[in-house]
C-alpha cells in the first residue's frame, strides 16, 4: 500500500509522529537517519506496524509521498551549537526524489531562520524545484511529552509556520489530520521561535526551583511543602519541581552565535541546571557523614536511571554524572531500573540490583533519582539505611528530601 505521509528521523519526534498518523488512519512511511532511539514500547511498535506504518526500504520511496516530515534529533554540539548534521543529511536525500506538489515540514528543534536559510537551500538545489512555488514547505514546533498519558496528539495543539500563505494552509490540512486544532503562526520564523520559548520557559523554572531547593535547605524549609501551597494560587502561578538535573532531547538555547545574540536569562539557567548532579553528590556525602560514614568505600544504590519517568531512554540523564561523581569520591555505585537492564557508566557496566529491597537495606545510601511508579517508597523508605530523595516522592518524614 502506498504511503501519504514520510516520517524522516525515527527518534524521539518522529516515532510519536509516526504513532499519531497511523492511529490517525494515515499510510506512513518511517526512515531513519542515524542510530535513532524513541520511547515507544515494543508493544506499541507492533502495533504501528500493522495499522499503516512500514519502515522505507531505501531512500527511492520518499518520492511517492505527498507530505514529508523532517524530524531527526539535534543534539548539542562539541561547539554547544545544535548539531543539524542528521537534519542535513535528511533533507540531502529527501531533495534527490522530491516531486513537484508534496508538502515539506521541519519538525526537529532548531534556531529561527534554519527553515528558511538553511533547509530551504538543501531542497531546492538538490531538487531544481522552488519552495513556495513548486512545492510547500512549513515548520511545525514538535510537542512530544514522552510517557504523558493524559495528552494526546489529538488533544495537543498544533502550531504551524508555512514560508507562504499557501504552505501554511497545505501543512494545517495535513496536521488537521491528526489534532483537533492547528494554530498558524505569521510565518517559519515564528513558530521556530514557538519551540525556542516553550522549551526555555521549561528549563528556566525548573532552574528557578533547583535555586529554591538549594536555599530551602539551607534555611531548614521544607520546600515541597512550599511548592503544595503556592500551586493552590489559581493565577499567575505554574508549579515546578526540582531534581537531581535535566534531562531531555530539547536543550535550552541561548542564541549563541545567532548574531551575537544570546538569552541571558537561559545562560543563567543552563548553569545552574548543570549544578544539581554536583550538589545531589554533595547531600549524598553529608549524609553518609552526619551518620558516621564515609564516601570512600560507601556503598551507594542508586534508583531510577532514566530521565523521564517509567520511561527507557536515558537521553541527558543526570544519573551519569551523579554516579560519576560518587565513583571519583571512592564510593561503590549500583543500581536499580525496571526499564534499564544494564548500564554503563564511563564504558564500564554499572552492577545492577536484581533484588531492590536487599540491595536497599544492603547499601548505606539509597539515592532515589528517578521516580518510577513501581517503586514501592514508604517501603523502601523502611528497608533502606538512608534514603535520599531528589523528588520528593516520598512521605513526608520518610526520608531525606532534596
Known amino acids: 500500500m502506498p504511503a501519504d505521509l514520510a516520517v524522516i528521523g525515527l527518534g524521539p519526534y518522529g516515532l510519536p509522529l509516526a504513532r499519531a498518523a497511523v492511529d490517525a488512519g494515515i499510510p506512513t512511511l518511517g526512515y531513519r537517519t542515524g542510530p535513532e532511539s524513541g520511547s515507544l514500547s515494543p508493544a506499541e511498535l507492533r502495533r504501528m506496524l500493522a495499522t499503516g506504518f512500514r519502515t522505507a526500504a531505501g531512500p527511492a520511496e520518499l518520492g511517492r509521498v505527498r507530505t514529508a516530515v523532517i524530524c531527526p534529533p539535534t543534539p548539542r554540539g562539541a561547539d554547544g551549537g545544535l548539531d543539524l548534521s542528521q537534519v542535513e543529511s535528511a533533507a540531502r536525500t529527501l531533495a534527490a526524489r522530491l516531486r513537484p506538489?508534496?508538502?515539506?515540514?521541519?519538525?526537529?528543534?532548531?534556531?529561527?531562520?534554519?527553515?528558511?536559510?538553511?533547509?530551504?537551500?538543501?531542497l531546492e538545489e538538490g531538487s531544481g524545484l522552488r519552495a513556495g512555488r513548486d512545492f510547500?514547505?512549513?515548520y511545525s514546533p514538535t510537542r512530544v511529552d514522552p510517557g504523558n498519558r493524559d495528552l494526546t496528539p489529538a488533544s495537543t495543539p498544533k502550531v504551524i509556520g508555512g514560508l507562504t500563505p499557501a504552505c501554511t494552509e497545505s501543512a494545517a490540512a495535513f496536521y488537521g489530520r491528526l489534532t483537533d486544532k492547528v494554530v498558524r503562526a505569521r510565518g517559519p520564523r515564528e513558530a521556530e521561535t514557538v519551540q525556542l520559548l516553550e522549551t526555555n520557559y521549561r528549563h528556566v523554572n525548573i532552574a528557578l526551583v533547583n535555586e529554591m531547593a538549594v536555599l530551602c535547605h539551607d534555611l531548614g524549609v521544607d520546600l515541597w511543602d512550599?511548592?503544595?501551597?503556592?500551586?493552590?494560587?489559581?493565577?499567575?502561578?505554574?508549579?515546578?519541581?526540582?531534581?537531581p538535573g535535566v534531562g531531555g532531547h530539547a536543550v535550552p538555547r541561548d542564541?549563541?552565535?545567532?548574531?551575537?545574540?544570546?538569552?541571558?536569562?537561559?545562560?543563567?539557567?543552563?548553569?545552574?541546571?548543570s549544578q544539581m548532579p554536583r550538589y545531589v553528590?554533595?547531600?549524598?556525602?553529608?549524609?553518609?557523614?552526619?551518620?558516621g560514614k564515609s564516601a570512600r568505600g560507601a556503598r551507594v544504590l542508586l534508583?531510577?536511571?532514566?530521565?523521564?519517568?517509567?520511561?527507557?531512554?536515558?537521553?541527558?540523564?543526570?544519573?551519569?554524572?551523579?554516579?560519576?561523581?560518587?565513583?571519583?569520591?571512592?564510593?561503590?555505585?549500583?543500581?536499580h531500573d525496571p526499564h534499564v537492564?544494564?548500564?554503563?557508566?564511563l564504558e564500564r557496566p554499572v552492577p545492577r540490583a536484581d533484588s531492590l529491597y536487599e540491595a536497599a537495606a544492603d547499601a548505606?545510601?539509597?539515592?532515589?533519582?528517578?521516580?518510577?511508579?513501581?517503586?514501592?517508597?514508604?517501603g523502601l523508605s523502611v528497608k533502606a539505611q538512608l534514603l535520599l530523595d531528589t523528588r520528593g516522592a516520598t512521605p513526608t518524614g520518610a526520608a531525606h528530601r532534596l
Open 226 to 243: 512550599v511548592i503544595r501551597c503556592a500551586e493552590t494560587k489559581p493565577f499567575g502561578f505554574q508549579a515546578f519541581r526540582p531534581g
Open 364 to 378: 548505606d545510601l539509597t539515592v532515589l533519582l528517578q521516580q518510577h511508579r513501581t517503586y514501592d517508597l514508604q
Open 303 to 335: 534508583l531510577g536511571v532514566t530521565y523521564k519517568p517509567d520511561l527507557a531512554d536515558q537521553q541527558g540523564t543526570p544519573a551519569q554524572e551523579v554516579a560519576i561523581r560518587l565513583m571519583e569520591l571512592g564510593a561503590t555505585v549500583s543500581y
Open 341 to 345: 537492564p544494564s548500564w554503563n557508566v
Open 101 to 122: 506538489h508534496t508538502t515539506v515540514i521541519l519538525e526537529s528543534p532548531v534556531h529561527p531562520g534554519t527553515t528558511e536559510d538553511f533547509l530551504r537551500p538543501l
Open 136 to 138: 510547500h514547505l512549513a
Open 255 to 273: 542564541l549563541t552565535g545567532q548574531a551575537g545574540r544570546t538569552l541571558r536569562m537561559v545562560e543563567l539557567a543552563q548553569q545552574v541546571n
Open 281 to 291: 553528590v554533595q547531600r549524598a556525602a553529608a549524609l553518609l557523614n552526619e551518620h
